[in-house]
């Protein structure tokens, strides 16, 4: 196992695809540790392991979020949002963030929030007196949230790995990531009293009412999504597929921001990115079998069990492994390798695989505002037009909040669990 971990890093400082790297760690383990397995089984793993109905929620989830941030849906929602808090102390940050955690329960993707709403939230902040790097880091851990709110892509991949409802993952997604948002409003509140920010005029009831007017259609999204699996109506699936229906309808037939022609290269693009995604889970999958059928994992277990670990640290050691590691890699790929060792070990001791996903998911969030490769920084140097150093300045105290959330849901797992109190089990799987 220690010659794969070292293999894996070496290739990666080498600068090889991420896809290569899992190929050739999992074949070298087959060719070391299993030399007469038929590599043609290894090859079915590829294929088989994109083949599960629940991952086709995932381009079309990617599909929806592309047509959203094609259209107005961002504008209309930070007019709302800035209509009805911006005139209060920090108004213009928890705008921002609060627009950043809507938007992520519309699109399900961080670089997407980033890309739709960064812009016109960076130029209204800096009006008011921001600094640069304190509103870019603000917009960069804020769209992190959308990996936590529902729809999540790693939510998704989680679920169909382990066989946990994906229904209970997106309703217990969102305790820990309102838990961030009010986080990042409080500091937002107190730095601004701190630098003497000025606060935006107040908006008449009239003028938010017209906001809301507009916006109010963009809610559907959530409502379908979540009221839709949880009370058994359809799948995550099937909830992907209206969501694309209803994007459609939203931005082609009610608000026109977009015509027939802009939907093909809207769907080629998505194709683009689907494409990439899917090579990453048939790569991941592939590596995640061999080591299963090595029983690396079943040793682990009872290695780890014999000595009677506590339900704390398992999640600490988890936790620090997925942590670690969606710093360095996509986060599905960490999610591939890493899932199959540490989730019948963190079952076995008792802990609910809800509350294993969420804060497996959490790891993966941080992993994106996280230096050295956080996935979120890079997209926006693109966005701002910014060199890297400049746009990690702002985002260390929005990291200290994040990570504070984690400890405290680590400790406190139950935390996330209370979801079971307020709604029951989802229906819709």
Not at 118 to 144: E, F, M, T, V
Not at 294 to 301: A, K
Request: aromatic share 12%; proline share 5%.
């Amino acid at each position: 196992m220690w010659l794969v971990i070292a293999l894996l890093f070496i290739m990666l400082f080498m600068n090889f695809s991420i896809m290569v790297v899992l190929l050739v760690s999992g074949l070298l383990m087959v060719f070391l540790f299993a030399p007469t397995l038929d590599l043609v089984m290894f090859i079915q793993q590829l294929s088989s392991s994109v083949e599960s109905y629940v991952l086709l929620a995932i381009p079309m989830f990617i599909f929806a979020a592309d047509i959203i941030v094609q259209g107005r849906t961002a504008t209309r929602l930070l007019d709302f949002v800035n209509d009805l808090f911006g005139h209060i102390r920090g108004g213009t940050g928890i705008v921002a963030a609060a627009t950043s955690t809507i938007f992520g329960s519309v699109s399900g993707s961080s670089q997407a929030t980033i890309a739709a709403i960064g812009r016109p939230i960076r130029d209204r902040a800096l009006q008011y007196g921001y600094k640069d790097s304190h509103i870019i880091g603000l917009i960069i851990n804020s769209a992190g949230i959308a990996i936590l709110i529902p729809p999540s892509i790693v939510m998704i991949y989680y679920g169909m790995l382990t066989g946990t409802s994906v229904g209970d993952l997106f309703i217990a997604g969102i305790i820990p990531g309102l838990l961030i948002f009010l986080g990042f409003s409080a500091w937002e509140f107190f730095i601004a009293i701190k630098r003497d920010i000025p606060v935006e005029p107040k908006a008449t009831w009239e003028k938010r009412w017209q906001s809301f007017k507009k916006s109010f259609l963009t809610f559907g999204f959530p409502i379908l999504i979540l009221g839709g699996i949880y009370s058994g109506m359809f799948s995550p699936t099937e909830a992907a597929a209206f969501s694309v229906l209803y994007a459609l309808i939203l931005e082609l037939v009610i608000f026109r921001s977009i015509n027939v022609k802009q939907i093909y290269q809207i769907a080629s693009s998505t194709g683009v990115v689907t494409s990439i995604v899917f090579i990453l889970l048939a790569a991941g999958g592939a590596f995640s079998w061999v080591i299963s059928y090595l029983r690396i994992p079943q040793t682990l277990t009872e290695t780890v069990l014999s000595s009677d670990p506590s339900q704390l640290e398992i999640l600490l050691i988890m936790s620090l492994f997925f942590l670690i590691s969606c710093m360095f890699v996509d986060s599905l790929v960490a999610i591939a390798i890493l899932t199959p060792i540490f989730f019948p070990i963190a079952v076995q001791t008792g802990i609910d695989p809800v509350a294993i996903g969420i804060l497996i998911t959490m790891q993966a969030t941080l992993g994106t505002v996280t230096p050295p490769f956080g996935v979120n920084i890079f997209t926006a140097c693109a966005i701002f037009k910014k060199p890297y150093f400049e746009v990690v300045k702002g985002i260390v105290p929005y990291i200290i909040i994040f990570v504070a959330v984690n400890i405290l849901l680590i400790l406190y797992p139950d935390i996330i669990m209370v979801y079971q109190d307020i709604f029951g089990k989802s229906k819709g799987g």
